[in-house]
């Protein structure tokens, strides 16, 4: 009943048609493979049609028939630039064309090659040079400049670049080049010699002088246009292959507050390379923080040293396993600080031996801020040894969670108890005891480790030798343990350059260099290096250990310069420093509870050795 009266209100649903899912899958299958064979036969007859084209432009090479060649190549290439042509029918265009000029080259490369070996161009093969012209041009011109680069760069002699260039000129095609260049030919040659030199003052690493050279070159208009362009291309490279190292040494000298040389460079940099925004940038941070007067200094250069300090003043002194040593030789930490402070009350300004790292290579002077005097501080003998240790020195250096430099001695940390982190802290509070960045020149032995850290077999061997001889016994350190040491060492080496710190050599075990036979000194110099090199610490400046220098014999002295140190320090009771032809000299002060205590040593002309030295630990 209510079925019929749905149907009468019509309002009965009518039956959907069922769909044949099969019939559908079929349809849309026999679609697909359609699809794929309709393109799968395109594909092939466009591969046919192109290998149809290929074969007639290789057959016509074959058959020496040029013009036909080159009529057929300019279809294709006509049509790789055909915009009213698809996307994917120039495309093919262009791997056909280039596939045209590969056959084209490898015929055109075979007889260059045989030019190049010494061999005439014969008949058939000039018909191939002339008749190719467009692609033969192509490929045959970059050579002859390529070899007329070779003739300046001294690579190829005038003879040979002479006659590849005659046996070129043969094809018509080519000889308004190869004419125009043998026209220049009494310039390229007399330009070898001018870029021989560019080149090795290239070598020599006086970037701004090699910039020059090429500059010169390419600017001086007697010079035949090859050869100003080929001295451009060469200022070009060089600059570009410069400015990323350039660039970043001058954010080094940035980071390490050396303002003035940061802002030398730069400013040679924003001549050579104007409109740079990163040269600019840091142009501005070095105006900002550079002294504003400079000037020359021609007086005397104070040279002052110290030991490590001694900060545990339970073990240093009268307690000490060697007293005497302690006493005579070693600061405490609070001496130090004295020191410090009494240098600057009296205008002096720690420098760099970098001042004068450029001699004998280069003209040197030394600068200061108007109204300062010059300083060095070194680091004498900086060893972190059982002796200093016993007499209360610091153990290591480290860096701290701050990420700054600290030390440990005994069971204490903190950076009060060594003379890097104490003078670290100095300059931050006096920023203007330093000049460019100084900081004190750490003269290094390496015999028994590298700021109290371990690397290698020699050291550990050292150590314990040194250990115990005060009853006392240093772990043995397997590979592991040793690589750890070197891990933590090179963190702390990274810290220190990237801070201006200065590293000096003074032998391996800091023995009197002057009394040392041939052998002991090469022993001394090559330990010095093998602990050092491979944690990339590098010095020019060699502090002869208590002043004994080693003048008097000349192999001794070659042994010394031959390991790279042209910077020396002696020692002696007042300032003095000369330049010589391979090597400048200073000598320095020793500071010490001996020196200050000690008229003949003089060092009232730059201290109040009385108000600095605590004799209540000195009797």
């Not at 900081?439 to 700021?451: G, N, Q, V, W, Y």
């Amino acid at each position: 009943m209510w079925l019929k009266r749905r149907k009468e209100l019509n309002i009965y649903e009518e039956e959907k048609p069922q769909i044949n899912w099969r019939k559908g899958l079929y349809i849309l299958l026999s679609t697909v493979a359609l699809l794929v064979i309709v393109t799968s036969l395109l594909f092939l007859l466009g591969r046919k049609e192109r290998s149809d084209i290929e074969r007639g432009f290789v057959t016509a090479l074959g058959e020496k028939q040029y013009s036909l060649a080159m009529k057929r190549y300019h279809a294709v290439q006509m049509g790789a630039t055909d915009l009213s042509l698809s996307d994917d029918e120039r495309a093919r265009k262009k791997l056909l064309q280039d596939q045209m000029e590969s056959d084209a080259f490898k015929l055109i490369d075979q007889i260059s090659e045989s030019v190049l070996s010494g061999a005439e161009l014969s008949a058939d093969e000039e018909d191939l040079l002339e008749g190719l012209a467009e692609l033969s041009a192509a490929r045959i011109l970059p050579l002859l400049r390529e070899k007329s680069e070779e003739l300046l760069d001294g690579k190829l002699s005038p003879e040979r670049w002479e006659a590849l260039l005659s046996t070129f000129s043969k094809p018509s095609n080519l000889r308004s080049v190869t004419d125009g260049l043998l026209e220049q030919k009494d310039c390229l040659c007399a330009s070898i010699t001018v870029f021989a030199e560019a080149a090795d003052i290239e070598k020599g690493g006086d970037w701004q002088l090699a910039w020059s050279s090429w500059q010169k070159i390419s600017d001086n208009k007697e010079n035949c246009r090859f050869v100003r362009e080929y001295a451009g291309y060469h200022l070009r490279a060089y600059q570009e292959r410069e400015y990323s190292h350039l660039l970043d040494l001058a954010g080094k000298m940035v980071e390490a507050s050396r303002y003035v040389s940061g802002y030398d460079l730069l400013s040679r940099m924003q001549k050579v390379f104007p409109g740079r925004q990163e040269i600019d940038n840091l142009l501005k941070i070095c105006e900002k923080n550079k002294p504003s007067s400079i000037e020359s200094w021609k007086g005397e250069v104070e040279v002052l040293s110290v030991f490590p300090l001694t900060v545990q003043k339970e073990l240093a002194f009268a307690s000490a396993e060697d007293p005497g040593y302690a006493l005579n030789n070693l600061l405490t930490a609070d001496e130090f600080k004295k020191m410090l402070d009494q240098l600057r009350e009296k205008n002096y300004i720690l420098i760099s031996p970098r001042e004068v790292q450029a001699w004998p290579n280069a003209e040197v002077e030394l600068r200061v801020p108007s109204g300062k005097k010059p300083l060095m501080l070194i680091f004498d003998q900086w060893s972190y040894s059982a002796l200093n240790q016993l007499c209360g020195t610091a153990a290591q250096l480290f860096i701290d969670k701050e990420g700054h430099l600290s030390a440990r001695a005994g069971l204490k940390t903190g950076p009060e108890l060594d003379a890097i982190p104490i003078l670290d802290s100095y300059l931050l509070e006096y920023p203007d005891f330093s000049f460019d960045g100084a900081k004190a020149l750490i003269a290094l032995r390496t015999d028994e480790s590298i700021l109290g850290y371990v690397c290698n077999e020699a050291q550990m061997k050292a150590s314990q030798k040194a250990w115990e001889k005060f009853a006392q016994e240093y772990p043995e350190l397997d590979k592991a343990g040793l690589d750890k040491q070197k891990s933590e060492l090179l963190k702390v080496l990274t810290l220190l350059k990237t801070e201006g710190w200065d590293f000096a050599s003074v032998g391996d075990r800091g023995l009197d260099t002057g009394t040392l036979s041939h052998e002991e000194l090469s022993s001394e110099l090559a330990g010095w290096r093998e602990s050092t090199v491979p944690l990339g610490i590098e010095s020019y400046s060699f502090v002869f250990p208590n002043g004994s220098n080693v003048y008097t014999d000349a192999e001794s002295l070659n042994k010394v310069l031959d390991s790279g140190f042209h910077v020396f320090f002696g020692e002696g009771p007042k300032p003095y420093y000369f330049f010589e032809k391979k090597f400048v000299h200073f000598d320095r002060t020793m500071v010490s509870g001996n020196t200050l205590t000690t008229p003949s040593w003089k060092l009232e002309r730059i201290l109040d050795p009385q108000a600095i030295v605590d004799m209540s630990l000195r009797r």
